[in-house]
């Protein structure tokens, strides 16, 4: 068992998918360990992505990932930060596999509808950048 990072981002907000959204991933095995709503400024949205800082797409990502509620959730399960990439799917939804979350509801490159820690990225820096361990409950 291990912990990866998701959030449901503002457009899937918007549109009130998140519950969704989460019976789709919790029905793959996943269990929420820590979850929470909120709505970061730019300059939180802009440290949370600063790997991506100085693509073409960054000042937009920031703007959108600001713009709006969003619903983040530290997850467990066997080998969870590699299984939650797949049932989300592809970056873009037009790439995503068939009735993946992205397959299922994003709409462009930019509005995906979830975030899913990268597996070869520290899934750990992004669960602590919003929770603390005392915010994330196992039993
Ligand atoms: P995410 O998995 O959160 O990681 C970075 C995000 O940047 C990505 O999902 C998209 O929301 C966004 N993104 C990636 N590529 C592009 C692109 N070419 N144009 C706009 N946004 C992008």
């Not at 009130?16 to 979850?35: H, R, S, W, Y």
């Not at 049932?87 to 995503?96: F, H, L, Q, S």
């Not at 919003?130 to 196992?138: A, G, N, Q, S």
Request: aromatic share 10%.
């Amino acid at each position: 068992m291990n912990r990866t990072l998701l959030i449901i981002k503002p457009d899937a907000t918007k549109r009130n998918l998140a519950g969704a959204i989460l019976k789709q991933i919790i029905d793959e095995g996943f269990t929420i360990v820590g979850m929470k709503m909120l709505w970061l400024n730019k300059e939180q949205g802009g440290e949370f992505y600063k790997i991506h800082k100085g693509k073409d797409f960054y000042d937009w990502l920031v703007n959108f990932i600001s713009s709006g509620p969003i619903v983040v959730c530290c997850l467990k399960s066997p080998n969870a930060p590699k299984k939650l990439r797949e049932v989300v799917g592809a970056t873009d939804p037009k790439k995503a596999a068939q009735g993946t979350v992205r397959n299922l509801y994003g709409t462009s490159v930019g509005e995906n509808v979830v975030h899913a820690a990268a597996p070869d990225e520290d899934p750990q820096r992004e669960i602590s950048f919003f929770f603390t361990e005392k915010e994330l409950f196992e039993y």
